[in-house]
């Protein structure tokens, strides 16, 4: 089952439970995703599907840490539970392990030696690592191993 179908189908679930929270947030959840559909003119595919989701999740965490820092634990806890329910749909991100054995063999395959050339490397691992791969922390392990 695609993620979208997945989250409308869980979002009739918790209407018919009453479930008025996770109501809310599936709502939401799937309003962006619409709306990013019709600034693209067609339909997402699942990657997209995800890094619309990883944008939201993103989001929610930095306004979680505004609220903690503002004392408005209340907001907090509300924006965690949001975060919980939409962190179920994508899946897990690689380890760092797992990221480091990509980038060694993005290395051997495209023969680099300096970091002059991470603009070859990147895309190769972005490529193979799809939507499970966080490119910061790939980035980072990369310039460690060509140093």
Known sequence: ????????????????KRKNDELIVLRSLIAK??????????ELN??????V??????????S???YKEAKRLELAEKEELELMIIESYVPKMLSDEQIQDLVEKAIIKVK???LSDIGKVMPIIMKEGGSLIDGNKAREI?????E
């Not at 989701?53 to 930095?62: N, V």
């Open 53 to 62: 989701i990883r944008t939201s999740i993103k989001q929610i965490k930095e």
């Open 142 to 146: 990369l310039k460690q191993l060509l």
């Open 33 to 42: 995703l619409k709306n990013n559909e019709i600034s693209k003119g067609r």
């Open 64 to 66: 979680i840490n505004i």
């Open 112 to 114: 680099a030696e300096s």
């Open 46 to 51: 699942e990657n997209e599907v995800i890094k």
């Open 1 to 16: 089952m695609k993620i979208l179908e997945k989250i409308k189908s869980d979002m009739r679930g918790a209407l018919k």
